[in-house]
């Protein structure tokens, strides 16, 4: 026997200190009505562990830390563990793996700062594997029993006798699951162990340190330059959470090559500021100080200079120049590249980690229990032959029909909002017009804080507290609803929660983007025939050199932001809680700070922890494919985001999360269609914005079509580019209320005919030559970037050519070793003169052999 007071700290295994503690369930014994019922649910729903095979040890409260909380450890035996393994279909090692690794590359060695020591990137050598047979034990790798299924092995067998066994019966049905008990009340608490602390090793020798290890050289913010050690995530938190890291580490591997060219093309814009003859003659005293332009607003502005608009016009350069198309164009093919590379590796991934013939039945598509628990009517499965529970096509009608409203509600609900900011954007707007012109004090910065972006910082700004507060209400909401639909399977409940979540955020982050690229500016009018909306407040007008400097402006605030905003949820907030918990433990000897107590008091990453990352990072990817084509700086802050979303996520799951129950996947699953349409979009929306909302096309117009002077081809595109109007003929309504200059005509952002033609104030030849260009632009430039995205697609197999022949190999030698094993026990009867193993079940077991050497 072990002291319990000698043992506690760190000891992850019962009193005896050999039954290694798989999971812990805790609850407080409080004397309230419910009282005997929890505890009635309790001894029957441990009695019926106890029947499955489990054993239990229970920690009085009197042992706990604050005197208030029962443990219960439990263990599962050598028996339960292969019976559920083979139920499982979990492979278990057969053979070392014998096939030579991949040849060397020649640039590993200016690599090598970059790597982790080979014992923590591999830790258990490669083997052929099988899937586990109790009849055929002597073939598998079993050299100790106590430590041939890991740790996230037995949580993962463990946590699937949990959430099936049974409780008793109320009100006529039967209860069962563990899921139920923790939502009643009846147990606090349901985790697996951390097998040590993440600052130090364990002092018991048994101990794997595993948690330590990927605290050192994993989730600490210094390794940020260092590979991550996938096969160790893996090996601790499942394949599940391994290939989310996979996935986010590759994103952020192939975010570096857009980065770069997005810098470059930063950088051309910055360079190139000085040759920019548009920005030019704005800023020209004799050019842009000449030219009066009509006010921003009725009655209280005035008119104003176009001058006054010269520094945002030579920043406006940075973002809307020709390196925006070929980077545009670029970023479609990148995200091709990315998704088809990204199946590569998932391939290899699923060749390394035994997922090759991972079938989803059996986790994923095994029924949920509530979906056993709330359907009472039971029908035969044509497959199974077996009764099993199902919902009336009446009742799933009902309950769609609830959702699908609900969620439209929501989307209308964003909508509304999104049209409440534009109404703040055109009320402001005049008061903004009015103070800047007004305001003495505003002098020294109006040349760069225009109206215009004065009103678009504020409204982004508000946007991004609106979005914020809309989705920490809908989140609840979608999960509601979706429990609501009762869906049959894990797999169908995270796939319809994701594409509510999905659907609810694009509509809610982009919306305000695709207002700026696509509405803005666009349905303005002209003087004295303006649009209005809701009959009362004037359309806003882009910027004489574009909207795109308000699409960046748009972009940058909420992407920063809500990578700002995100960081804080997921970092700090779990610190400050587990902070608050533990305070008290302080006070206590660490001694008797046990094991299971240190990681009750941490917080529960839960069953949607790891939809929150991938939701988070498609948005993110979203925001670098749908708008890049007005920041080319997006793919660098998403890359600076990124590398600190690794060390993030890995500290908190390491320090700050309960162990999460160990779970397989062998894709990203419903997240890659996501990518694949969001990249389609992409090409579509970048053209878009290249054509419509950056001013590239109508230069190309006026370079090619109307420009007088063959020495400086753009010089005069500013005055080609406004339309002449004449202030006699403004209506009352917008007049403003003081002329002191006594100005005759003003010019406006158009191509419309003078007041002196015969078809004045309609739309001249040179807008439907920019409007055709514009439109073969769009079509031409999706044409190419398709052509060159599939052609791409199709040249990159799914799948290397040496994981398919590894996989090939493999399947042969496993089954030649199981069909020789078969062979050997065969002779074994033979010789014991067992009269049921005849000499033709000898032939077909080797003709069997045969036919597998010939395949």
Same mark, same amino acid.
């Given at each position: 026997?072990? !002291?319990?007071?000698?043992?506690?700290?760190?000891?992850?295994?019962?009193? #005896?200190?050999?039954?290694?503690?798989?999971?812990?369930?805790?609850?407080?014994?409080?004397?309230?009505?419910?009282? $005997?019922?929890?505890?009635?649910?309790?001894?029957?729903?441990?009695?019926?562990?106890?029947?499955?095979?489990?054993?239990?040890?229970?920690?009085?409260?009197?042992?706990?830390? !604050?005197?208030?909380?029962?443990?219960?450890?439990?263990? %599962?035996?050598?028996?339960?563990?292969?019976?559920?393994?083979?139920?499982?279909?979990?492979?278990?090692?057969?053979?070392?793996?014998?096939?030579?690794?991949?040849?060397?590359?020649?640039?590993?060695?200016?690599?090598?700062?970059?790597?982790?020591?080979?014992?923590?990137?591999?830790?258990?050598?490669?083997?052929?594997?099988?899937?586990?047979?109790?009849?055929?034990?002597?073939?598998?790798?079993?050299?100790?029993?106590?430590?041939?299924?890991?740790?996230?092995?037995?949580?993962?067998?463990?946590?699937?006798?949990?959430?099936?066994?049974?409780?008793?019966?109320?009100?006529?049905?039967?209860?069962?699951?563990?899921?139920?008990?923790?939502?009643?009340?009846?147990?606090?608490?349901?985790?697996?162990?951390?097998?040590?602390?993440?600052?130090?090793?364990?002092?018991?020798?048994?101990? !794997?340190?595993?948690?330590?290890?990927?605290?050192?050289?994993?989730?600490?913010?210094?390794?940020?330059?260092?590979?991550?050690?996938?096969?160790?995530?893996?090996?601790?938190?499942?394949?599940?959470?391994?290939?989310?890291?996979?996935?986010?580490?590759?994103?952020?591997?192939?975010?570096?090559?857009? %980065?770069?060219?997005?810098?470059?093309?930063?950088?051309?814009?910055?360079?190139?500021?000085?040759?920019?003859?548009?920005?030019?003659?704005?800023?020209?005293?004799?050019?842009?100080?000449?030219?009066?332009?009509?006010?921003?607003?009725?009655?209280?502005?005035? *008119?104003?200079?176009?001058?006054?608009?010269?520094?945002?016009?030579?920043?406006?350069?940075?973002?809307?120049?020709?390196?925006?198309?070929?980077?545009?164009?670029?970023?479609?093919?990148?995200?091709?590249?990315?998704?088809?590379?990204?199946?590569?590796?998932? %391939?290899?991934?699923?060749? $390394?980690?035994?997922?090759?013939?991972?079938?989803?039945?059996?986790?994923?598509?095994?029924?949920?229990?509530?979906?056993?628990?709330?359907?009472?009517?039971?029908?035969?499965?044509?497959?199974?032959?077996?009764?099993?529970?199902?919902?009336?096509?009446?009742?799933?009608?009902?309950?769609?029909?609830?959702?699908?409203?609900?969620?439209?509600?929501?989307?209308?609900?964003?909508?509304?909002?999104?049209?409440?900011?534009?109404?703040?954007?055109?009320?402001?707007?005049?008061?903004?017009?009015?103070?800047?012109?007004?305001?003495?004090?505003?002098?020294?910065?109006?040349?760069?804080?225009?109206?215009?972006?004065?009103? +678009?910082?504020?409204?982004?700004?508000?946007?991004?507290?609106?979005?914020?507060?809309?989705?920490?209400?809908?989140?609840?909401?979608?999960?509601?609803?979706?429990?609501?639909?009762?869906?049959?399977?894990?797999?169908?409940?995270?796939?319809?929660?994701?594409?509510?979540?999905?659907?609810?955020?694009?509509?809610?982050?982009?919306?305000?983007?695709?207002?700026?690229?696509?509405?803005?500016?666009?349905?303005?009018? *002209?003087?004295?025939?303006?649009?209005?909306?809701?009959?009362?407040?004037?359309?806003?007008?882009? !910027?004489?050199?574009?909207?795109?400097?308000?699409?960046?402006?748009?972009?940058? &605030?909420?992407?920063?932001?809500?990578?700002?905003?995100?960081?804080?949820?997921?970092?700090?907030?779990?610190?400050?809680?587990?902070?608050?918990?533990?305070?008290?433990?302080?006070?206590?000897? $660490?001694?008797?700070?046990?094991?299971?107590?240190?990681?009750?008091?941490?917080?529960?990453?839960?069953?949607?922890?790891?939809?929150?990352?991938?939701?988070?990072?498609?948005?993110?990817?979203?925001?670098?494919?749908?708008?890049?084509?007005?920041?080319?700086?997006?793919?660098?802050?998403?890359?600076?985001?990124?590398?600190?979303?690794?060390?993030?996520?890995?500290?908190?799951?390491?320090?700050?999360?309960?162990?999460?129950?160990?779970?397989?996947?062998?894709?990203?699953?419903?997240?890659?269609?996501?990518?694949?349409?969001?990249?389609?979009? +992409?090409?579509?929306?970048?053209?878009?914005?290249?054509?419509?909302?950056?001013?590239?096309?109508?230069?190309?117009?006026?370079?090619?079509?109307?420009?007088?002077?063959?020495? +400086?081809?753009?010089?005069? *595109?500013?005055?080609?580019?406004?339309?002449?109007?004449?202030? +006699?003929?403004?209506?009352?309504?917008?007049?403003?209320?003081?002329?002191?200059?006594?100005?005759?005509?003003?010019?406006?952002?158009?191509?419309?005919?003078?007041?002196?033609?015969?078809?004045?104030?309609?739309?001249?030849?040179?807008?439907?030559?920019?409007?055709?260009?514009?439109?073969?632009? &769009?079509?031409?430039?999706?044409?190419?970037?398709?052509?060159?995205?599939?052609?791409?697609?199709?040249?990159?197999?799914?799948?290397? %050519?040496?994981?398919?022949?590894?996989?090939?190999?493999?399947?042969?030698?496993?089954?030649?070793?199981?069909?020789? *094993?078969?062979?050997?026990?065969?002779?074994?009867?033979?010789?014991?003169? #067992?009269?049921?193993?005849?000499?033709?079940?000898?032939?077909?077991?080797?003709?069997?052999?045969?036919?597998?050497?010939?395949?």
């Amino acid at each position: 026997q072990i !002291d319990k007071r000698h043992q506690s700290k760190d000891s992850i295994f019962f009193r #005896d200190g050999v039954r290694r503690i798989d999971f812990v369930l805790s609850y407080v014994d409080d004397l309230n009505k419910e009282w $005997e019922k929890k505890l009635e649910r309790r001894k029957e729903f441990e009695s019926n562990l106890q029947k499955a095979g489990l054993e239990l040890e229970t920690e009085d409260k009197k042992e706990s830390e !604050d005197g208030k909380i029962y443990f219960v450890k439990i263990h %599962a035996p050598w028996e339960v563990l292969i019976t559920y393994a083979e139920v499982l279909n979990i492979k278990v090692p057969i053979k070392e793996n014998d096939i030579p690794s991949m040849v060397e590359n020649p640039l590993d060695c200016m690599l090598t700062p970059f790597r982790l020591p080979e014992k923590v990137m591999h830790p258990e050598p490669d083997y052929f594997t099988a899937p586990f047979s109790k009849e055929k034990q002597e073939l598998y790798l079993i050299n100790d029993e106590s430590t041939f299924f890991s740790p996230s092995m037995r949580n993962r067998i463990v946590n699937y006798i949990l959430t099936r066994c049974p409780y008793g019966t109320e009100e006529g049905k039967k209860k069962f699951g563990i899921k139920r008990l923790l939502n009643n009340g009846t147990y606090s608490a349901a985790y697996p162990l951390h097998d040590c602390q993440y600052w130090k090793k364990a002092s018991d020798p048994n101990c !794997d340190n595993e948690r330590y290890t990927l605290y050192m050289e994993w989730a600490r913010f210094l390794r940020f330059y260092k590979e991550q050690p996938l096969d160790l995530i893996r090996k601790y938190y499942g394949e599940k959470i391994g290939i989310y890291f996979a996935w986010l580490g590759f994103y952020t591997e192939m975010l570096f090559l857009a %980065a770069v060219v997005g810098v470059i093309c930063f950088l051309y814009g910055l360079f190139t500021m000085d040759e920019n003859m548009s920005s030019k003659e704005i800023c020209d005293p004799a050019i842009g100080g000449e030219i009066i332009m009509c006010p921003l607003c009725d009655r209280e502005c005035e *008119y104003w200079r176009l001058n006054t608009t010269c520094e945002s016009s030579e920043y406006s350069h940075l973002f809307d120049n020709v390196a925006t198309l070929f980077f545009a164009i670029f970023m479609g093919i990148w995200v091709t590249l990315f998704l088809e590379f990204w199946k590569r590796r998932q %391939a290899r991934l699923k060749y $390394e980690w035994d997922l090759v013939d991972f079938e989803e039945e059996q986790q994923q598509l095994q029924l949920r229990p509530e979906y056993e628990a709330k359907c009472t009517q039971k029908k035969k499965n044509p497959v199974t032959q077996e009764m099993e529970p199902y919902l009336p096509l009446t009742s799933q009608a009902v309950r769609f029909c609830i959702s699908g409203t609900t969620v439209l509600f929501w989307v209308s609900l964003i909508i509304a909002s999104m049209i409440a900011v534009i109404v703040y954007r055109l009320a402001v707007y005049a008061a903004f017009a009015s103070l800047m012109e007004n305001a003495q004090t505003l002098q020294p910065i109006s040349g760069l804080l225009t109206p215009q972006l004065a009103t +678009s910082v504020t409204a982004s700004c508000l946007n991004f507290v609106i979005i914020m507060i809309l989705n920490f209400i809908y989140e609840r909401i979608a999960i509601w609803i979706t429990d609501m639909e009762i869906p049959r399977t894990h797999m169908e409940y995270e796939n319809r929660l994701t594409m509510k979540m999905f659907l609810f955020q694009f509509v809610n982050y982009y919306s305000s983007c695709f207002y700026v690229a696509f509405f803005k500016g666009k349905f303005v009018g *002209y003087p004295g025939a303006y649009t209005y909306m809701f009959n009362r407040w004037r359309n806003e007008e882009c !910027d004489p050199a574009g909207c795109l400097i308000e699409l960046t402006t748009q972009l940058t &605030i909420v992407m920063a932001g809500k990578q700002i905003w995100g960081n804080i949820q997921e970092a700090i907030v779990p610190w400050i809680c587990n902070w608050w918990g533990r305070r008290k433990a302080r006070n206590n000897p $660490e001694n008797l700070y046990s094991r299971w107590e240190q990681d009750h008091d941490l917080q529960t990453f839960g069953a949607l922890g790891l939809f929150y990352e991938y939701l988070e990072m498609v948005i993110q990817f979203g925001f670098i494919t749908l708008f890049v084509a007005s920041f080319p700086l997006a793919p660098l802050l998403a890359l600076m985001n990124n590398i600190l979303e690794i060390r993030v996520d890995s500290w908190k799951l390491t320090t700050q999360y309960r162990r999460p129950v160990a779970a397989k996947a062998h894709s990203i699953g419903v997240w890659q269609e996501i990518l694949n349409g969001m990249a389609i979009l +992409s090409v579509v929306t970048n053209a878009f914005i290249v054509a419509f909302t950056s001013d590239m096309i109508p230069r190309l117009v006026y370079y090619y079509a109307y420009s007088e002077s063959d020495n +400086s081809p753009m010089s005069g *595109y500013i005055n080609n580019s406004l339309s002449v109007f004449l202030i +006699s003929d403004f209506p009352e309504r917008n007049k403003p209320k003081t002329n002191t200059e006594n100005f005759v005509i003003c010019r406006y952002r158009d191509y419309r005919y003078p007041p002196d033609h015969e078809k004045k104030y309609l739309h001249t030849m040179q807008f439907w030559h920019i409007l055709a260009a514009k439109l073969a632009f &769009i079509i031409i430039m999706e044409h190419v970037v398709f052509i060159v995205k599939f052609f791409v697609a199709w040249m990159i197999p799914d799948v290397p %050519a040496d994981v398919k022949a590894k996989i090939k190999r493999e399947k042969y030698l496993t089954q030649k070793i199981l069909h020789e *094993y078969e062979l050997e026990k065969l002779k074994e009867r033979l010789c014991q003169g #067992d009269k049921r193993a005849t000499e033709k079940e000898f032939i077909a077991t080797e003709g069997r052999m045969e036919l597998s050497r010939a395949m």
